[in-house]
């Protein structure tokens, strides 16, 4: 069973508490700038979203690797970062559409995520559940339902 993050900004307080469990994990300090998931402000509505990797089954990031830096992880479903074969040229950073791949000054490196091998740290730390590591084939449906749910269809039946 393949798993992913799904990430309810809903429930999400902006406490950062993602992102500074990212980085110690990830990096070994406390500091959200070297995070790989990020909470976007929305400063006038007063809302949270958190943002990351959505490990795309056609990443563009890999495809534009030109060192093949970038592999899939078959358990699970991540497309990690070779720190050994990257060579720190930023294309993967240029081709992701969702500018979830970050150039890593100190290391000359990409980094992105790659789920913590199965075991997010974000999701753990999550005091709200905004970020939860789900089976991948639910994520979707529920999303696609809650967003259905929201749908004003008696406007559109009156036309």
């Not at 534009?64 to 074969?85: H, L, R, W, Y």
């Amino acid at each position: 069973m393949q798993r992913s993050l799904s990430i309810d900004p809903d429930k999400c307080t902006g406490c950062l508490q993602c992102e500074m469990a990212c980085s110690f994990e990830n990096e070994g300090v406390f500091n959200p700038a070297k995070s790989r998931i990020k909470v976007f402000t929305f400063h006038e509505e007063g809302r949270f979203v958190p943002y990351t990797c959505t490990q795309c089954d056609e990443a563009w990031c890999m495809q534009a690797c030109p060192v093949d830096a970038i592999k899939m992880n078959f358990q699970t479903g991540a497309m990690e970062v070779s720190e050994q074969v990257c060579v720190g040229c930023k294309v993967c950073t240029i081709a992701c559409p969702f500018g979830t791949v970050n150039y890593n000054r100190d290391t000359g490196k990409v980094i992105k995520c790659d789920l913590c091998g199965g075991d997010p740290a974000c999701a753990t730390a999550c005091p709200t559940q905004a970020i939860t590591y789900v089976d991948s084939d639910a994520t979707g449906l529920e999303k696609m339902r809650a967003w259905a749910g929201k749908t004003d269809n008696a406007q559109h039946a009156a036309s």
